[in-house]
């Protein structure tokens, strides 16, 4: 009698301290996948604070036999004025017309740049087409502050001297086969309107943001820039800016001073010294 009382309280002990063991093994488990749980909640309201913002234009080329090219256009948060991964997009097309925009003359299907949204910003245009006719450019659809009534989007037309705003009308335009990097521009004024477009040094400002060289001339067009040292060797030499905003990477320089050299696309020449 004796023994099996002794034998039934060591069995309990058992009992308890597995149930005990198994308990505490739970609570642990749970704590931890709370605090996952709260960690992953915590990490998604953060993310879904970050406002992304867009601005964007969707444009169509459109000409015979039915031929249909389109690319993007637009300026959002985190984006540059150079080529960002995983926001711009190479051009990859086998058609017989295309439609695409430019960054340091390589021919991208969407490319978005950096705020702040200016009026005075221009985008270069690349069309290419195998057949001859009759073309006819159009916005698909836009958003954010292009939908501002306000906000024209302007075809440049270079050949014509033309500017057609996109918003109240669509632009036809005749070409035979060929590449056409210098022909259209996407701006958001009227250049035609303003009474001097003199390219002066006061319009190229010259600024760095880490370790590359920005170059901006306002309204003005460029088609060459080119960077000289002090005792006038060549640094740095573009040819094929056609735009009004040039982003240079990698030129490894000291700080020193530079001349730099620009010519815009009627061919007024601007030199300015600047230091690195």
């Known amino acids: 009698m004796s023994n099996n009382l002794t034998y039934y309280t060591m069995k309990t002990s058992k009992k308890e301290f597995r149930f005990n063991s198994i308990t505490k093994i739970t609570v642990v488990l749970l704590f931890i ?14 993310a879904s ?23 993007l256009i637009g300026y959002r948060t985190g984006a540059t004025d150079g080529v960002d991964a995983g926001l711009d997009g190479a051009f990859f097309n086998n058609g017989a017309i295309s439609l695409t ?13 950096g705020f702040p949204f200016s009026s ?17 450019l159009a916005i698909d659809h836009m958003d954010g502050l292009f939908l501002d009534p306000n906000q024209p989007v302007y075809i440049y037309d270079v050949d014509t001297n033309n500017y057609v705003n996109l918003k109240t009308t669509n632009y036809s335009f005749s070409a ?23 390219f ?7 600024s760095k943001s880490n370790g ?5 001339s306002g309204n003005t067009v460029l088609v060459n820039v080119a960077l000289f040292s002090i005792d006038g060797k060549m640094l740095y030499n573009n040819k094929n800016v056609n735009s009004n905003e040039l982003l240079i990477s990698n030129l490894y320089v000291n700080n020193q001073p530079m001349i730099v050299k620009a010519i ?13």
Do not use: C
């Not at 996948?33 to 953060?46: D, P, R, T, V, W």
């Not at 002066?200 to 010259?206: A, M, N, P, Q």
């Not at 590359?212 to 901006?216: A, E, F």
């Open 264 to 276: 815009s696309d009627n061919g007024n020449i601007v030199s300015k010294k600047w230091l690195y």
């Open 101 to 113: 925009t430019l960054i340091n003359n390589d021919r991208y299907a969407i490319q978005f740049r």
């Open 176 to 198: 035979t086969p060929g590449t056409y990097n210098n022909r259209f521009r996407v701006v958001y004024n009227n250049t035609l309107d303003v009474a001097d477009n003199t």
């Open 120 to 136: 005075s910003s221009m985008m270069p245009l690349s069309f290419e087409t195998s057949i001859s006719g009759t073309f006819t």
């Open 200 to 206: 002066r040094v006061s319009d190229l400002v010259v």
């Open 33 to 46: 996948i709370g605090s996952l749980h709260m960690s992953a909640a915590g990490m998604s309201s953060k």
């Open 212 to 216: 590359s060289i920005i170059i901006n």
């Open 49 to 71: 604070s970050t406002t992304i913002e867009r601005h964007r234009v969707w444009l169509n080329v459109t000409g015979p036999a039915d031929t249909f090219s389109q690319t």
